[in-house]
């Protein structure tokens, strides 16, 4: 099946500085992936859709400029949170879909703890 | 906008019984339908989904869906309940084939008595 990866598993960083996580497929070419956050005993909140080689798209209350995607290729996407602070601290899940697919498949998620 | 409800914040099953858990959405057109389940620390996994035809969605681990337009339901059963499905479930509501920017439930706290 279809395997989505993500590193690191776990972060931790000082409050300033930024973290980036990887999101790769490793099986399938991904035209689009998407970055989640989920709160302790919460649901995932859809934080941006990213497209293959254009800029990604950003649901409302997600500052772009704070989380920073990138999707250079079929089979990696990027997050970085830059100047972290301690509330952005949380758990950060990729998902990947590929044109062909109707289902989308998770990585499993990178625990951000901000100090 | 679509929406999704799961009214069973936690629910707890002696091993061996059977499980219901309980799904109800909004959305105006045909809806697209899926629940996944997630481990502690873990990503999710999709159990099964519903697109269209048989209303009676088969998924793995032996769980099935019901879909129920007049009721906006889509409610997951399993007949005998194991110690490993104890995880947390969330049932999602998408707005096409594509199962991107799909909205999902506050999710379901299953534990498992043994």
């Known amino acids: 099946g279809a395997v989505v990866s993500q590193h690191p598993s776990w972060v931790i960083c000082k409050s300033g500085t930024s973290v980036k996580i990887e999101c790769r497929s490793l099986d399938f070419q991904a035209t689009t992936m998407f970055w989640y956050r989920q709160f302790p005993k919460q649901s995932l909140m859809l934080m941006a859709t990213s497209n293959e080689g254009s800029k990604a798209t950003y649901e409302q209350g997600v500052e772009k400029d704070k989380f920073l995607i990138n999707h250079a290729s079929l089979t990696l996407s990027t997050l970085t949170v830059t100047s972290a602070h301690p509330e952005d601290s949380s758990f950060y899940i990729c998902?990947?879909?590929?044109?062909?697919?109707?289902?989308?498949?998770f990585g499993p998620g990178t625990r951000l703890t901000v100090t | 906008a679509q929406s999704v409800t799961q009214p069973d914040i936690h629910i707890t099953v002696s091993e061996g019984a059977s499980l219901e858990l309980r799904c109800n959405y909004s959305y105006g057109a045909t809806p697209y339908l899926f629940w996944y389940v997630q481990s502690p620390g873990q990503g999710l996994q999709l159990l099964l989904k519903y697109f269209s035809g048989d209303t009676l969605v088969q998924g793995i681990k032996g769980f099935e869906a019901e879909f129920k337009r007049s009721q906006s339901s889509f409610n997951l059963r399993k007949p005998s309940v194991h110690w490993s499905d104890a995880a947390e479930y969330f049932c999602a509501v998408g707005a096409g084939t594509n199962a991107g920017k799909s909205t999902f439930g506050d999710g379901t706290t299953l534990t498992v008595k043994p």
């Open positions: 998902s990947a879909i590929s044109g062909g697919l109707t289902e989308q498949y």
